[in-house]
């Protein structure tokens, strides 16, 4: 109503017809944007919910890349594995350079000038200005067999004939620590899946069981729980991984990891299979289900596993950073995966001297990529978390 | 309550029990035994084998007996007092324990009191300042603390404390008090070494309990009776210490349920990387010479430990909190 049109005070107000057609349902329409909303699926609400929690959506992108480059790593890394430069042990980090005195000349590495410190008995790497090894992108270097099948020999990056490239050092035998961390994301980021894939069907099927029968099962599968989880769990990992026999083949010793990574974790997320399940099979669809004689293993996948599983997921996704960790320990006490496999807790196994802290600190620097995974691991959990309830 | 107190007390029967049957178990699985492994080491020294001394042994300790005799045999021996014999250390498992018990739970009993020194006023700022830089940043910190492997910040920790403090590395007292008798000095040099291993082990249990007390403590902030004592004039602070705070303390009690695991797990872990001469180093060699009854023994201690430490907890509650009803009901 325009403003010339209010009356002074105590005149009645003019009659008012609204020309346009009556509509009987206006006021329940909805936006085009709420009907998309009312329409989603939960999977949907579930995605626009995780998207909003920023530090999640970074971390899964994260994620993501670092378990896409388990793909790719003899391509991503400089040198092979195992390759040794007898010339260049306990090298300390190379640095890229762009300028040389005071002109650019691209992306290079300086040559490096080795002396033996007799007194400190240990090696010196200086940079030798003289010699300067440009950094090349897409090139051919070292041979190697691409996923153990083809030969090739693309790398993301090298130098010139002649020079070295170590951006994060070597270790005792001149290996590249860079290349080594890489392939170590092989080992340590599948561990965590293979685990926590073997855990989740445990959860579910004990927790399943425990839940939708109550009474003597759940009595029996709550005691198991309570013992598993009031025994220390590094100290019977440590137990268990002394049991795997020395003659097995790394790829069992790393099976064999996996597994007793897995039989000690499945209880936290039993627990919470177990309370949903009692919850759920009170519902009505639970009780409809059951009089049109469903059997037992239908009501529980069929009807009942579906409401718990977005739950399930943002638990498991906040158990593998465990997983993570305890494959970590246990190769870093010389118990879990052993040499020739390289896992980030191999590598850190050569850091367990108070000297290479001292001396060669760079061979610490492993632990990096294991915060950061499990950091990431946790921010996504969190996301999942909160997201796993979108009709809240 | 006596009544409480004695039925948890025979609840704890069976589970130790059970705990018993499966240390029993991990200890048997490996092929072969001590006797085997030792031999082997001698004759790949080129010593000659005693043959009888063997079987000696063999007959000592009851290697040729059956699964189950032996099983009962440690159980019951464990029972008054026996803990069996280490063939590593061929000295009673009683001895070889000795201080390293006592230490053990020295470490973990301190690190328990630095986690709830330190994670009680983070948890509680981090709830009454929600959303804010300081409970972003106290939690970013807190996940650093929990994603950090406790052994390489043992490691960092051992190094700057010498660099700095001029702590000796390794240990936990100045090498001149080992086997010294209990003294002031030593005391001292134990407290300058303990807090390594306490602050390593506790900035992963920490993270944890102030992130749940966080929680906690929200769920009790949005509770209509917050609401009525802030209407009727109370000033924030006593709001905050009178009411939710009493409802956090419990949890804060019950909790140590899932701190004492993570705890005794870490020390082990960690005193290993700072030789500490806690149980942690000698379960490790235990477990790789299958010195069997020395680590099966520990393994049962660390247990004990943890039941022992759950029943304090739920008995204090029990104490605290006048809500919990002692007579079973059935809980879900």
Redesign the interface.
């Known amino acids: 109503m325009k403003p010339e049109q209010i009356p002074s005070p105590g005149r009645p107000l003019p009659h008012f017809i609204s020309k346009e057609p009556f509509e009987h349902a206006a006021a329940s329409r909805l936006t085009p944007e709420q009907e998309r909303y009312y329409l989603a699926s939960q999977w949907q609400l579930m995605w626009w919910r995780f998207k909003r929690h920023r530090l999640a959506l970074i971390s899964a992108v994260f994620l993501a890349l670092a378990y896409g480059s388990i793909l790719i790593t003899e391509f991503l890394s400089p040198y092979n594995l195992h390759a040794r430069h007898i010339d260049h042990i306990y090298a300390q980090p190379q640095s890229v350079h762009l300028f040389h005195e005071g002109s650019f000349v691209g992306p290079f590495v300086y040559g490096t000038n080795y002396k033996l410190d007799m007194e400190q008995l240990r090696r010196v790497y200086s940079e030798d200005k003289s010699k300067i090894y440009r950094v090349r992108l897409f090139c051919s270097g070292e041979e190697y067999k691409f996923w153990g099948l083809w030969k090739a020999d693309a790398h993301l990056f090298c130098v010139e004939k002649g020079g070295t490239i170590f951006l994060l050092g070597t270790d005792r035998l001149g290996r590249d620590i860079l290349s080594r961390i890489l392939s170590g994301a092989r080992i340590s980021l599948t561990i965590g899946l293979i685990g926590i894939a073997i855990s989740f069907t445990m959860a579910i099927v004990i927790g399943g069981l425990a839940g939708y029968y109550s009474g003597v099962v759940d009595l029996i599968v709550q005691?198991i729980i309570?013992?598993l989880?009031?025994?220390?769990?590094?100290?019977?990992w440590?137990?268990?991984a002394?049991?795997l026999?020395v003659t097995w083949s790394p790829l069992l010793i790393y099976f064999g990891i996996t597994v007793i990574l897995a039989v000690l974790d499945w209880t936290g997320l039993a627990r919470a299979v177990r309370?949903k399940l009692?919850a759920l099979r009170e519902e009505d669809y639970s009780t409809a289900a059951r009089v049109m004689g469903a059997k037992p293993k239908r009501i529980i996948f069929r009807h009942l596993m579906p409401g718990v599983m977005s739950h399930l997921i943002a638990s498991a996704t906040l158990s593998i950073?465990n997983m993570i960790?305890g494959e970590?320990?246990l190769s870093?006490?010389g118990?879990g995966l052993r040499p020739p496999i390289t896992s980030w807790g191999v590598l850190?196994n050569e850091?367990?001297n108070?000297n290479v802290?001292?001396l060669y600190p760079w061979l610490?620097l492993p632990?990096v990529p294991?915060?950061l995974v499990?950091?990431a691991f946790?921010f996504v959990g969190d996301g999942l978390r909160d997201a796993a309830d979108p009709y809240k | 309550m006596i009544g409480y107190v004695l039925r948890r007390l025979f609840l704890m029967v069976?589970?130790l029990l059970?705990?018993s049957m499966?240390?029993f178990t991990?200890?048997e699985?490996?092929?072969g035994d001590y006797l085997e492994s030792y031999v082997a080491e001698l004759q790949s020294r080129g010593e000659t084998v005693n043959e009888e001394e063997i079987e000696f042994l063999r007959e000592q300790y009851g290697f040729g007996e059956p699964v189950l005799q032996r099983y009962v045999e440690w159980v019951w021996g464990m029972l008054h007092g026996n803990f069996g014999y280490s063939f590593e250390y061929r000295l009673p498992v009683a001895d070889v324990l000795g201080d390293r018990v006592l230490l053990t739970v020295v470490v973990s009993l301190a690190t328990v009191l630095f986690t709830w020194i330190v994670a009680f006023p983070i948890g509680i700022y981090s709830a009454t300042h929600q959303y804010s830089w300081g409970d972003y940043g106290l939690t970013f910190v807190g996940?650093?603390g929990?994603?950090?492997?406790?052994?390489?910040l043992a490691?960092?920790l051992?190094?700057l404390a010498?660099v700095w403090f001029g702590t000796s590395?390794?240990g936990l007292m100045e090498p001149e008090y080992l086997d010294q008798p209990w003294s002031w000095g030593k005391l001292q040099s134990v407290l300058e070494h303990l807090w390594i291993p306490v602050v390593v082990v506790g900035t992963a249990g920490t993270a944890g309990l102030a992130r749940r007390l966080r929680a906690n403590l929200l769920d009790e902030l949005q509770k209509q009776y917050v609401t009525t004592a802030r209407a009727k004039g109370l000033s924030p602070g006593k709001v905050l210490i009178k009411y939710p705070l009493r409802a956090a303390m419990n949890f804060f009690v019950s909790d140590i349920?899932h701190l004492l695991?993570?705890i005794?797990?870490?020390a082990?872990?960690t005193a290993?990387?700072l030789s500490l001469p806690t149980t942690g180093p000698i379960?490790?060699g235990a477990?790789?010479s299958q010195d069997m009854y020395l680590?099966g023994s520990?393994?049962m201690f660390?247990?004990l430990l943890?039941?022992v430490g759950?029943l304090i907890s739920d008995l204090a509650l029990a104490a605290l909190d006048p809500r919990i009803r002692l007579e079973g009901g059935q809980a879900?």
């Open positions: 005691r309570e013992i989880q009031s025994f220390p769990q590094i100290p019977l440590m137990a268990l002394a049991i026999p309370s009692l950073p960790l970590t320990a870093f006490l118990l850190l850091a367990q108070i802290v001292a610490i632990v294991v915060i499990i950091l946790n | 069976p589970t059970v705990i499966i240390v991990i200890i699985l490996p092929p996940l650093l929990l994603a950090t492997p406790n052994f390489l490691l960092v051992l190094y010498n590395i390794g349920g695991p993570t005794i797990s870490g082990e872990l290993i990387v379960l490790i477990l790789q680590a520990f393994l660390l247990a943890t039941t759950v879900r």
